[in-house]
């Protein structure tokens, strides 16, 4: 989670739990979880999450929540299918969610059972504390404040402020290897669709063009400042196929590669 001031975040969540009691956690734009506070799970979600089908039901939980703030830009509060209250909140900067801020596992007053689960897992339900609806709310309210904290951002931000270079400079240092879109999701922590709307906002193009358009540059480069051999300068650029590396050099120089390096001896 290189970018991201940790420490000062688990802070600002180590105050609010100690303002309202409320488990708290900060996600980034691709919805990993950065920071939380006090635990990751309380006893009796741990216990739900070990049974699979209970699991994939807490996880599709967070999914529609994830998706309704994305839709709406707008924190959403619900109660998930075991009986407990949660809060997404969006963190917004420059108009774009850089984040989110989520309260949960919350036991609210008169909250239904839905678990549907043993006996021991209805007592770690009721060991559970209650928290009063007016409280609740408050809780909520203290969340927008904290979604919309300017000092909550720069955590969130520094991170994603300049991305657009790293990634550009990622691409550079690795034009020699393997590069595609599920790659560059895992090295930046960022959903197939966030990579798209990124390269169409920055570069103004899709991954795959942005990539063979420096590929080629490179190869450009080589020809002009080496004497490696065609073939040497293809796999260089990551395009080992020697007949496809041709045809596109060609396509976006109007010369073979052979041909520009024979232009470039002539007097």
């Known amino acids: 989670m290189n ?8 802070e600002l969540l180590y105050d609010f739990y100690n303002l309202t009691g409320i488990k708290i956690c900060v996600y980034d ?38 998706a309704k703030c994305k839709a709406t830009h707008r924190r959403t509060v619900h109660t998930c ?4 209250s949660e809060c997404f909140s969006p963190i917004l900067g420059r108009g774009k969610i850089v ?16 678990c549907g689960q043993s006996d021991a897992l209805q007592a770690l339900y009721d ?15 203290i969340l927008d404040a904290c979604a919309g904290y300017e000092y909550l ?6 991170y994603d402020e300049r991305i657009d270079a790293r990634m550009a400079a990622f691409i550079e240092e690795n034009l020699a290897n393997e590069l595609t879109v599920p790659r560059l999701c895992r ?4 959903s197939r669709a966030e990579v798209y709307a990124l390269f169409k906002e920055y570069f103004a193009a899709t ?33 080992p196929d020697y007949n496809y590396f041709s045809k596109q050099f060609k396509k976006a120089f109007h010369l073979s590669p052979t041909a520009f390096r024979k232009g470039l001896a002539r007097p």
Do not use: W
Not at 3 to 10: C, F, I, V
């Open 127 to 141: 060991a559970l504390p209650v928290l009063a609806t007016d409280k609740l709310n408050s809780a909520v309210h």
């Open 29 to 66: 734009s691709a919805e990993n979880e950065l920071a939380y506070y006090p635990e990751k799970l309380s006893p009796f979600c741990r216990a739900l999450r070990e049974n699979k089908e209970m699991d994939e039901k807490c996880r599709e939980c967070d999914r529609r929540a994830f």
């Open 153 to 158: 951002k720069t955590f969130v931000t520094a």
């Open 81 to 84: 299918h075991a009986g407990l």
């Open 99 to 114: 984040g989110y801020i989520v309260i949960g596992q919350i036991r609210a007053e008169n909250a239904p059972r839905r």
């Open 3 to 10: 970018g991201y001031d940790l420490p000062a975040m688990r």
């Open 207 to 239: 991954p795959a063009d942005f990539i063979k358009e420096r590929r080629l540059q490179k190869a450009r480069l080589l020809l002009e400042q080496t004497r490696l051999a065609v073939n040497k300068v293809a796999a260089l650029c990551g395009i």
């Open 187 to 190: 090295k930046f922590r960022l």
